[in-house]
């Protein structure tokens, strides 16, 4: 029907376009008054030369006629491959006489096979604002080929055409014959045949019947395609065609009235092929799967199937096999089974072949395929415990509870954790989740990893650092200086049932005033690891603090508990930023003027150490209280202690001795 519309439309139009060849598919673009702005024609493949007996606008071009000089510039855009291009033609008038101007549009696509298509005409103001046509427009665009040397034919297309008014659209191939193929016998024929094929093949969806018929119309053209008598500088073979007996083929009577052109005349109305005895059989469907497409496990992805008949839309179903990297279990669906444009997805990735069947309810049925290939997804991991910093005594049970998720359902997973004191687990994942446990057998700030892995390998990870504790590890004590800044320690579990440690950090930060000194109101935890490595965590009335030690190394950090009992990224103060948390890879600086010391074997009731700082005998008493001191001198209360003596003479002494390593370094208090 649209077709009649546009050639209304032509007749109406200047003199000399009335000849213009039927394109397949054509749109207008109109004002709200109806009147004509622009008109394009799609002519696939070799459609114009087909139509016209000579060259046109090109391999799969447009025509574009558009008014010039009337502010609107015409354009036509099209998408193939999933890609959209656009070309807009010129407003300017070559004449004053002629308003009207046709253009030619060339898409450059002269591919092997045919490729689905769809486009839009559309007009354009100076203020970008944009008209378009009555439709989107499906179409295809054509194969080609050309080969100068060619014994048999130099260009060659298949595309898809109007083969009648009532008929759908059907596959036509056009071939320029050399003067080697146009000769009085059709012995050659297979041999044309073969590099038809090898050059721009036929489509798959074709059923048996319409390639014999196309097989008997290149036969005929070459029996009797001598110019100037019998035929025209091209050879048109139509599937849409019936497929007749041979003798009515060859017979030199039948070839004066089908022309090899059998089934239609010139008003496009069937005719009955001579010996039939009534109207043509019922042809069989047309049916195209699409194009290959990809996509993702567990993703929709679009199939571009189509089905034709010639008595209406026939009835449709998909299918699928399994062609390579498939496993056992996977299961796929289709969103639309019984028709064309349907989705398809699956529970694994691999390769599979899916086929599109077509039946009318007279002829066989007909199908077509088309490859889909799905790649696999990693799985996504989300660690929802341990939570980071979370603090565990050895010999407790430390679990991980790590849920994933997973598009392909079919995928078998496998859970590793890499506990960080040299330990893994590994076990398959049940129920969407990695779960296992973990039993720390010595003090450390250990960082776990835990990874899912599916069995295409496709993995996802996440880790998590724990605090654990051993109260029975031993003492730290220190005072010595970083950076010009002086710190002093001292701390211990006081028994081996004890869940907080005893004792006391002092430190210097910088600050705007001058050097600020620090005093802990608490301690949290106290971890010394069998390497000799010590890590302390503890705060004052407004600041938390870590310090890291190592044999004549410090590292202290410090930031306001307002930003959270953790340190942040950017803590107030850090004397190796941008290191890591974990004590392995804490990188403390060197000290100076000072001595650290950390006992990793003492334990509760054991004699006692040595005594570089003189703090052994008040050891065992130390507090959890004391008071940070500002830059001006002025302390704040100590928080009550937790458990533990009052604190006494002893206590004070040792107090004295942290101050006073700190005040003899950075001259702060008075």
């Given at each position: 029907m649209l077709a009649v519309c546009v050639t209304s439309a032509l007749l109406l139009l200047p003199g000399g376009l009335t000849t213009e060849a039927r394109a397949v598919t054509a749109d207008t673009v109109r004002d709200d008054d109806g009147d004509l702005l622009a008109l394009a024609q799609f002519y696939p493949g070799l459609e114009y030369w087909h139509k016209q007996g000579k060259p046109g606008p090109g391999v799969n071009a447009f025509r574009v006629l558009d008014f010039c000089g009337d502010g609107k510039r015409a354009g036509v855009s099209w998408k193939v491959d999933g890609a959209t291009y656009s070309k807009d033609v010129s407003d300017a008038c070559e004449s004053s006489l002629v308003r009207l101007r046709s253009h030619t549009v060339k898409t450059g696509f002269a591919e092997k096979h045919m490729k689905r298509m769809s486009w839009y005409v559309w007009?354009?103001?100076?203020?970008?604002?944009?008209?378009?046509?009555?439709?989107?427009?499906?179409?295809?665009?054509?194969?080609?080929?050309?080969?100068?040397n060619s014994k048999w034919f130099a260009h060659s297309s298949v595309y898809r055409t109007e083969f009648t008014k009532e008929e759908?659209?059907?596959?036509?191939?056009?071939?320029?014959?050399?003067?080697?193929?146009?000769?009085?016998?059709?012995?050659?024929?297979?041999?044309?045949?073969?590099?038809?094929?090898?050059?721009?093949?036929?489509?798959?969806?074709?059923?048996?019947?319409?390639?014999?018929?196309?097989?008997k119309q290149l036969w005929c053209h070459m029996q009797y395609a001598v110019p100037p008598d019998i035929g025209g500088p091209t050879w048109d073979l139509e599937a849409g065609h019936p497929n007749i007996p041979w003798d009515e083929v060859t017979g030199p009577n039948d070839v004066a009235r089908h022309h090899c052109n059998w089934g239609y005349d010139d008003e496009y109305s069937w005719n009955v092929p001579p010996g039939d005895g009534g109207p043509p059989a019922d042809l069989a469907p047309l049916v195209d799967a699409g194009p290959d497409v990809k996509g993702a496990e567990g993703a929709k992805v679009k199939l571009g199937g189509v089905a034709q008949d010639d008595g209406g839309r026939p009835e449709t179903t998909w299918s699928y096999e399994p062609v390579k990297g498939v496993d056992a279990g996977t299961t796929c669906r289709f969103t639309h089974k019984s028709r064309p444009d349907s989705g398809f997805s699956c529970t694994?990735?691999?390769?599979?072949?899916?086929?599109?069947?077509?039946?009318?309810?007279?002829?066989?049925s007909v199908s077509d395929s088309a490859v889909v290939t799905l790649k696999n997804v990693a799985p996504r991991l989300k660690l929802t415990s341990p939570d980071d910093w979370d603090v565990h005594r050895v010999e407790d049970t430390v679990t991980v509870h790590a849920p994933f998720t997973d598009p392909g359902t079919n995928d078998m997973h496998t859970c590793t954790v890499r506990w960080d004191d040299g330990k893994k687990s590994t076990a398959a994942a049940e129920n969407g989740s990695c779960d296992l446990s973990h039993v720390f057998r010595h003090a450390g700030m250990n960082t776990i990893q835990v990874e899912v892995t599916d069995d295409d390998k496709g993995s996802d990870r996440a880790e998590s650092m724990v605090v654990v504790y051993d109260p029975r590890a031993g003492l730290l004590t220190g005072a010595?200086?970083?950076?010009?800044?002086?710190?002093?320690?001292?701390?211990?579990?006081?028994?081996?049932?004890?869940?907080?440690?005893?004792?006391?950090?002092?430190?210097?930060?910088?600050?705007?005033?001058?050097?600020?000194?620090?005093?802990?109101?608490?301690?949290?935890?106290?971890?010394?690891?069998?390497?000799?490595?010590?890590?302390?965590?503890?705060?004052?009335?407004?600041?938390?603090?870590?310090?890291?030690?190592?044999?004549?190394?410090?590292?202290?950090?410090?930031?306001?508990?307002?930003?959270?009992?953790?340190?942040?990224d950017t803590p107030l103060h850090d004397t190796s930023p941008g290191a890591d948390w974990d004590m392995d890879r804490a990188r403390p600086k060197p000290v100076s003027a000072g001595v650290t010391v950390i006992d990793s074997g003492w334990l509760p009731g054991l004699p006692p150490l040595p005594e570089p700082l003189g703090l052994g005998p008040y050891l065992d008493r130390l507090p959890k209280a004391a008071v940070e001191v500002s830059g001006s001198g002025e302390s704040r209360p100590a928080a009550p202690a937790?458990?533990?003596?009052?604190?006494?003479?002893?206590?004070?002494?040792?107090?004295?001795?942290?101050d006073g390593i700190v005040r003899e370094q950075d001259g702060v208090i008075g």
């Open positions: 007009t354009e103001d100076k203020h970008g604002n944009r008209q378009y046509g009555r439709e989107f427009q499906d179409d295809w665009m054509g194969s080609y080929s050309y080969e100068k759908p659209r059907t596959v036509t191939v056009t071939l320029l014959p050399s003067a080697d193929a146009v000769v009085h016998t059709g012995a050659r024929t297979k041999q044309v045949w073969e590099e038809l094929e090898e050059r721009t093949p036929l489509p798959d969806g074709l059923t048996q019947d319409q390639r014999d018929s196309l097989y694994d990735d691999g390769t599979f072949e899916v086929t599109l069947t077509a039946d009318d309810g007279v002829n066989r010595a200086e970083v950076d010009g800044l002086g710190f002093g320690v001292a701390a211990k579990y006081p028994a081996a049932d004890s869940t907080v440690p005893a004792g006391a950090v002092a430190l210097s930060v910088p600050s705007a005033d001058g050097p600020r000194k620090m005093v802990s109101t608490a301690l949290d935890w106290l971890v010394i690891n069998p390497e000799g490595r010590a890590a302390v965590k503890g705060r004052t009335a407004d600041h938390g603090f870590l310090g890291y030690v190592e044999s004549g190394k410090f590292r202290g950090v410090v930031w306001p508990l307002s930003h959270g009992n953790t340190p942040p937790e458990d533990g003596p009052a604190e006494g003479g002893a206590v004070a002494g040792l107090r004295d001795r942290v």
